[in-house]
């Protein structure tokens, strides 16, 4: 008999988590690349991101079906992917079957009544076949509600926290969008072209990838944050840009329910926001803090809880998908502060020259982004698992080269 739903979606949650957060804590303690800048982060070192994106990786890897799937399929299979007692009952018919199949070849019966026989056997056991795959995928269809949920959760965090600068921020960006006739949100369109171009033609490669899926992953590897910043209003503007088109544009090819939920969730955290802006900036640091040491790793693993790379059958060869998918992950990384700051120089913006600030837009929460777009993007059914797990290990790099890509901007502005 299967599970309630709430009782198994409810024991996913009670494993993946003290999981991912485990490791999360484990990791950065270890000193592990991401950290945030000026010490441990809040709660006594549980508020890196790099340990948080990393441990939820390892945890989604040992809780996944490379792992606990082989060390203990039948609990992998009841709690991560749904109808064992329909996969019950589809083995024994199927072991009756080939039974009958065998004391039939037994006899001296033509070939012809074998091969009816068989025909036969195959129809009796295709309402199993169906009611198997049916238990499936409305396991696996609740299991992602839970996780966009989950996301959707991260989402209204995330931009509570990012739609919290001060009134003389968002007066600063206005003058700059005014004063540089609106050269700001060109430059945040600019970059977003910049960004997506080596994107969208890397990922043309990939196998599957056509129309709004493509457009979709090219979307979930580019869209950068924005960090407000009275110091850099002009590039604070352009992100913030760059940022609003990416979404729309991810929003008009997502058209699903999921997508409607994690946006109306990220509308709720910027309406709190706005409502109790003094409120929300002296929580911004714990707030960091749950989403970097608890909602991201969470989300993580039981995102790829359920990616097996061994399962994948590609139709071309691996490298026509891994190699687009690595450019799209470092791209993700380095290219879209890369692009905002070319963007920014090309149409001379003086107080955004620097690659500090571009580099900050990234650093500001871009893996969040890409995480909950894929994942609402995944759930929807317009990209596959392969992507979902570019996405995932992109999430990773992000976070991990976070101290790296400052110093790098460093370096140049120097």
Known sequence: MTDPTWATLAIQLAIVAPVAMFFAWTLNHSGVPGRRSGGTGGWGGWGGWGGGALGGLIAAILLGPAVLGRAAPEFHTRIFTGGIAESAALNAAADEVRARLAALRATDVSDIAITEAARDADAELAPLRDA?????????TQSWWLIVALASLHAAMGVATLFSPSARVWSRAARSLRDLRARPALA????????????IL?????????????????????????????????????????????VILFFAVTPSVQMFTVAAFACFGAMMSL?????????????????ASVTLPTLIALAGVRIDPAAWTLTAPASHFIIPMLIAILWASDGRWAA??????????????????????????SSSIELVLAITAFASGLLDERVLAAALVGVVVIEMTRDLRTSIARMLDG
């Open 132 to 140: 198997h795959l049916q238990a499936m995928q409305s396991h696996t």
């Open 188 to 199: 945040g369109v600019l970059a977003l072209c910049l960004a997506g171009a080596p994107v």
């Open 202 to 246: 890397a990922l043309s490669f990939a196998p599957g990838l056509v129309g709004p899926s493509l457009i979709a992953a090219t979307i979930i590897f580019i869209v950068p944050a924005f960090a407000p910043s009275a110091h850099n209003p002009a590039s604070f503007a352009a992100a913030l840009t760059a940022y609003t088109v990416g």
């Open 275 to 291: 409502g109790w802006p003094g409120l929300l900036r002296r929580a911004r640091r714990p707030i960091t803090s749950i989403m």
């Open 340 to 365: 905002l700051h070319t963007a920014s120089r090309l149409l001379r913006m003086r107080d955004a020259s620097g690659w500090l600030p571009s580099a900050s837009h990234v650093n500001a929460g």
